[in-house]
């Protein structure tokens, strides 16, 4: 008898049929004789009604309360599935954070779980009913309502699954897995059926968005195995699996793009230390975040430096740098904001030498300028102009054969 | 330093707009010094909408997780009203009924409250925060959470007011306090400074609705003084009190009258031991609840047997008592369901002889012929015909000179 945690989000519930589709699908696995508990999101839309009423009667709403009229949105959730279980004949019962208990710290509307209490939801597994768990929400030490802030629902459903030592944590969303790249610029792109946390880690954070970064590094921290499935049709999902052994032999698993950045360079800045921490500086205090950082020296005395920032940014960003380019008595700013940076992800590059050579071959041979390059281990991310993102990412789609199983076509 | 339990209404928070203007009335009374804990409904509208969401999910939804689901309206408003006064520079707290905590039994969906725990609130109070709970819910001993059925609200406050010693419980509704008779039928009517919680009671269960009946016997029970007051305008409102000494010495308070009555007659009914049990006991399995009841000897043989039942039952009533009239071999069964009780209410009529005969006297010369009396220590009604309701209602306000204060006209 195997032990799961489902997650469902706010689209997945965000009707009574589709909720009442929810419990079929809880229904047919807890028939097999699974342990199941499930965690649930607020109806989608809801969390946003609640917040417009706030921001009606308190500009800026005090946290506190924010989190006693948020976390209301999936305690409705989870009363109506255990609702829609039972009368499918499924033995059900609906938790709220609080119940549960999950506590938290006290940082209301970002808290962190802290400790679970999984005393009362073992006794339901064990007497043979569903336990459906509101998510997103706890409740500090003082007894207040807490919440974990956006897709903290995920968050949720991975501490329970570590908690609960659950054989895998399932994530419901609207699509059916994780993909080579976004099937919608590359058509031939194909689900994997495993990837590694990290890689996952990789793909998310480079705009592949499917699960919530947090959640996964906290699947990461505790062996949790994620599966991402789709909540709408059939079919395995990809695994997400902390055993780098287990995931298909491939050089790179897939490529990732984010169309959100932008470029700055501030050019001949007197090469002197300390010179790249007061141009970082006052960036990082406009709370702006950097991505990409490039250092190159042009001359003897000075220095070419270049960073990406999100393209919200870009405005903020070159205000700042061209004000410290006159303190600094630099060269001059220049800034690109048509761009894009593509990336390949793979554990498999570890172990494998001229994959660089091998991207950057596939781009000249279609005549892609490369702008940036920046690496990890398990990833190279070049930067282009935003007019080759598709070109750029079919030809290394191609190029590392990702649209072939490499369970047949490795060795 | 007085402690308030203040309670609002549906209709008092129904909108950001409404919940900013209860949070003015409040900040005002905490400004003068005093210590507030206020009690909020769910917006109005909410509880339907979400007893809707259940009912297309289930449809007789599971009580259990009903309570969870209907426990969110009341959180919400919570919320936003502290959100409110802190917006107003006004310290506030909100709780749910499982924070403050407010212990009942497990009845879901009309829990009885067992046990208030109010030293989170004495806390918040003497560190000169105004305490805002979600009224109509509590928290059973397994941590279950319950509601107190409609209306639950005005419990929720008279059990806090009688938990904090409260020196008085006010209830905000949309009329300003209780009247003499129901003002659209007697514009004369008046609104009385004081009256016992005898007499709310008979007010209450004949039909001039303004508090719940289990609330007034709540408060009667545990010695909480009431105040009827207005949301939407200034005034003292009515003090409901359990000193009769303390009430003004009029022979009557008040006029009350029931426009959901049908009157069910069975003649000929043979005078033995058990006969009224025969004829009620059918009615009563039927779950049909009865209100007057008389029984006149007709001849020495048989009897003649008169009951009243809410209109909506009146045609099950009526084939009960026909099958019972066959069985008993008795007359006939005759009917009425065009008539209305009137009933004159007060603890003056204790201490003065003579008000049935200035009640008879009074609907006598109107020419409104009376079909039944009944009486009790502080209450006499008469069924009659429903045209003459205004009549009666008017020709009675006038003979016990309700419309003037009883200070000065009487001695």
């Given at each position: 008898m195997a032990v799961y945690v489902f997650k469902f989000g706010g689209t997945s519930v965000g009707s009574v049929e589709r909720i009442k589709a929810v419990a079929e699908k809880v229904k047919a696995a807890h028939d097999k004789g699974d342990q199941l508990v499930v965690v649930l999101s607020a109806m989608s839309g809801e969390t946003n009604r609640l917040t417009d009423l706030a921001m009606q009667v308190?500009?800026?709403?005090?946290s506190r309360e924010m989190d006693v009229l948020l976390s209301t949105g999936e305690q409705v959730t989870v009363a109506l599935l255990s609702m829609a279980l039972q009368e499918l004949g499924c033995p059900a019962r609906s938790y709220t954070g609080s119940q549960v208990r999950i506590e938290t710290d006290?940082?209301?509307?970002k808290a962190r779980i802290?400790?679970?209490?999984d005393a009362k939801i073992k006794a339901d597994l064990n007497a043979g009913k569903v336990v459906v768990v509101a998510g997103f929400q706890g409740v500090d030490e003082h007894g207040n309502i807490t919440t974990l802030g956006r897709g903290g629902s995920d968050t949720t459903a991975v501490a329970l699954a570590a908690a609960l030592k659950a054989d895998e944590c399932h994530i419901y969303t609207d699509v059916d897995g994780v993909y080579t790249t976004d099937p919608r610029v590359e058509p031939n792109a194909r689900r994997l059926d495993k990837i590694t946390f990290e890689e996952m880690l990789e793909m998310s954070s480079l705009?592949?968005?499917?699960?919530?970064i947090r959640s996964v590094e906290f699947a990461g921290k505790y062996n949790v195995a994620l599966r991402v499935l789709s909540s709408f049709s059939e079919g395995r999902g990809t695994l997400i699996t902390y055993?780098?052994?287990?995931?298909?032999?491939?050089?790179?698993?897939g490529i990732a793009f984010n169309k959100d950045e932008a470029k700055l360079t501030i050019t001949?800045?007197?090469?002197?230390?300390g010179a790249a921490s007061k141009i970082l500086g006052p960036i990082a205090d406009a709370n702006i975040e950097i991505d990409m950082i490039i250092q190159n020296v042009a001359d003897d005395a000075t220095t070419d430096f270049t960073f990406t920032v999100h393209r919200n940014d870009f405005d903020k960003a070159k205000d700042i740098l061209t004000c410290t380019c006159r303190e600094l008595g630099a060269g001059a700013v220049t800034t690109d904001n048509r761009i894009v940076k593509v990336s390949i992800v793979g554990v498999g590059m570890r172990s494998h030498a001229g994959i660089a050579s091998k991207m950057f071959k596939a781009l000249a041979d279609e005549a892609i300028n490369i702008k940036m390059i920046a690496t990890s281990e398990i990833k190279i991310s070049v930067v282009v102009d935003e007019k080759y993102l598709e070109l750029a990412v079919r030809a290394l789609h191609a190029a590392f054969e990702l649209d072939k199983d490499p369970k047949v076509t490795q060795s």
């Open positions: 308190q500009q800026a709403p005090v006290s940082t209301h509307t802290t400790h679970i209490d705009g592949s968005k499917v699960l919530q055993e780098e052994s287990e995931v298909e032999q491939a050089l790179i698993s001949g800045v007197p090469d002197i230390p």
